[in-house]
């Protein structure tokens, strides 16, 4: 909520983040990290920069059973204990020494937790996060270059263009395969052999269109045949410590193996070629381009000089009903329940709060844009833009 630009909108942000941990599992826990990414990129830039960069370091809950989650995933259960501490030294008011506090604050714990079955909630908090930290699945989060939305008013030619991959974003440090958030990727020895000892960044990919199969092959602890799926689609050296041109240079002079492949990456003239290849990745299913700027050296967080260009599908569906809202919509309609052919949803983000208070009727047409299909069918990151009343019944937008 401390990212939130006015203060109105700290319990839309809450409920978007505690949506995302309300995910029945990692799989769909990211997927609602991407949609809220998207959602808040333009109304709570900060918001959405941080859900993108820290929140996966949060998904470590989910290497537990679902009825530890909750108070894994919370401070809770931690700032409880703190309150006691501060509740029996305030008693001592002041210590002789540091040795003494430390002594008594020891045996504050040690009440609390040397019993065998007293498993409290705070031992469990407490046990994740050293699990959590000192796991072989742990690593730093790696400092990541992310792209920012692109904007017509650049010259394209001073771009390398390459496709945007809907992938698993990856870094290989020279020894090791690990996600943004630090989580090692427990890949096959047979999957990382041959790659080169130098940091790469790339993305976990096998095809257009396979985000949640691909998620479901890195998100398991343990190496498997599924890896065979997969390639690391390589787009950049973080630590070559030239322009992007050069790197580029450097990249096509590295061994591809069965499993490493560099990303391609062109000079396109201007806009209009570039929009002629934006056409031919939407066609075959793609999700847009990549533009990073020839002479942009690698540097952490967002940069204008590293631009997506993405493509988003809309389609119309009748309103068939309603479901209520919580938090700050209490009383109002918090998403609008959709059926286009036979397929039922939910869309909930773009609507405005008048709309809330008085949405579309059941039987009206209306228009949302959305990025794909999920395995089930269900449009991915839908959001809803307007009312078609005009129109008959539902269909297909240009």
């Given at each position: 909520?401390?990212?939130?630009?006015?203060?109105?909108?700290?319990?839309?942000?809450?409920?978007?983040?505690?949506?995302?941990?309300?995910?029945?599992?990692?799989?769909?826990?990211?997927?609602?990290?991407?949609?809220?990414?998207?959602?808040?990129?333009?109304?709570?830039?900060?918001?959405?920069?941080?859900?993108?960069?820290?929140?996966?370091?949060?998904?470590?809950?989910?290497?537990?059973?679902?009825?530890?989650?909750?108070?894994?995933?919370?401070?809770?259960?931690?700032?409880?204990?703190?309150?006691?501490?501060?509740?029996?030294?305030?008693?001592?008011?002041?210590?002789?020494?540091?040795?003494?506090?430390?002594?008594?604050?020891?045996?504050?714990?040690?009440?609390?937790?040397?019993?065998?079955?007293?498993?409290?909630?705070?031992?469990?908090?407490?046990?994740?996060?050293?699990?959590?930290?000192?796991?072989?699945?742990?690593?730093?989060?790696?400092?990541?270059?992310?792209?920012?939305?692109?904007?017509?008013?650049?010259?394209?030619?001073?771009?390398?263009?390459?496709?945007?991959?809907?992938?698993?974003?990856?870094?290989?440090?020279?020894?090791?395969?690990?996600?943004?958030?630090?989580?090692?990727?427990?890949?096959?020895?047979?999957?990382?052999?041959?790659?080169?000892?130098?940091?790469?960044?790339?993305?976990?990919?096998?095809?257009?269109?396979?985000?949640?199969?691909?998620?479901?092959?890195?998100?398991?602890?343990?190496?498997?045949?599924?890896?065979?799926?997969?390639?690391?689609?390589?787009?950049?050296?973080?630590?070559?410590?030239?322009?992007?041109?050069?790197?580029?240079?450097?990249?096509?002079?590295?061994?591809?193996?069965?499993?490493?492949?560099?990303?391609?990456?062109?000079?396109?003239?201007?806009?209009?070629?570039?929009?002629?290849?934006?056409?031919e990745v939407i066609t075959n299913g793609g999700e847009g381009l990549m533009l990073h700027h020839g002479s942009a050296f690698y540097q952490s967080g967002r940069s204008h000089d590293l631009l997506k260009l993405k493509h988003y599908d809309d389609a119309e569906a009748t309103v068939i009903g309603y479901r209520?809202?919580?938090?700050?919509?209490?009383?109002?309609?918090?998403?609008?329940?959709?059926?286009?052919?036979?397929?039922?949803?939910?869309?909930?983000?773009?609507?405005?709060?008048?709309?809330?208070?008085?949405?579309?009727?059941?039987?009206?047409?209306?228009?949302?844009?959305?990025?794909?299909?999920?395995?089930?069918?269900?449009?991915?990151?839908?959001?809803?833009?307007?009312?078609?009343?005009?129109?008959?019944?539902?269909?297909?937008?240009?």
């Amino acid at each position: 909520q401390a990212y939130a630009p006015k203060k109105s909108m700290k319990v839309e942000i809450a409920e978007a983040v505690r949506g995302i941990f309300n995910s029945s599992n990692v799989e769909r826990a990211r997927e609602e990290k991407k949609r809220v990414v998207d959602e808040f990129a333009d109304k709570a830039p900060e918001f959405s920069r941080w859900i993108d960069e820290n929140i996966e370091e949060g998904f470590a809950c989910y290497n537990f059973p679902k009825a530890h989650q909750k108070k894994i995933r919370t401070s809770n259960t931690l700032e409880r204990q703190n309150r006691e501490i501060r509740r029996r030294t305030r008693v001592v008011s002041i210590f002789p020494n540091v040795a003494s506090a430390e002594r008594l604050i020891t045996a504050l714990l040690w009440a609390g937790y040397a019993h065998p079955m007293r498993i409290t909630p705070a031992l469990l908090a407490a046990a994740a996060i050293i699990s959590a930290v000192t796991s072989p699945l742990y690593a730093e989060p790696p400092a990541v270059m992310l792209a920012q939305k692109y904007q017509p008013d650049i010259a394209v030619a001073n771009y390398f263009v390459s496709e945007k991959l809907d992938g698993v974003r990856a870094r290989w440090t020279g020894s090791a395969l690990i996600s943004r958030g630090g989580h090692k990727f427990t890949a096959p020895a047979w999957f990382t052999a041959g790659f080169p000892d130098v940091s790469l960044d790339g993305e976990l990919w096998s095809a257009r269109g396979e985000y949640q199969h691909i998620a479901s092959i890195t998100a398991r602890k343990k190496p498997h045949e599924g890896w065979r799926q997969l390639r690391f689609m390589v787009f950049d050296m973080p630590n070559h410590g030239n322009e992007f041109a050069t790197r580029v240079a450097a990249m096509r002079t590295l061994t591809e193996t069965a499993f490493l492949t560099i990303l391609p990456q062109q000079k396109l003239a201007d806009e209009s070629a570039l929009m002629k290849r934006m056409a031919e990745v939407i066609t075959n299913g793609g999700e847009g381009l990549m533009l990073h700027h020839g002479s942009a050296f690698y540097q952490s967080g967002r940069s204008h000089d590293l631009l997506k260009l993405k493509h988003y599908d809309d389609a119309e569906a009748t309103v068939i009903g309603y479901r209520p809202g919580n938090g700050k919509y209490q009383g109002l309609t918090g998403a609008l329940q959709l059926q286009a052919g036979d397929t039922v949803f939910y869309v909930g983000s773009g609507l405005s709060d008048k709309e809330r208070h008085n949405p579309p009727v059941i039987g009206s047409v209306v228009t949302y844009r959305y990025q794909g299909y999920t395995d089930a069918g269900i449009p991915r990151f839908a959001v809803y833009l307007r009312q078609r009343d005009e129109l008959d019944g539902p269909e297909n937008s240009e």
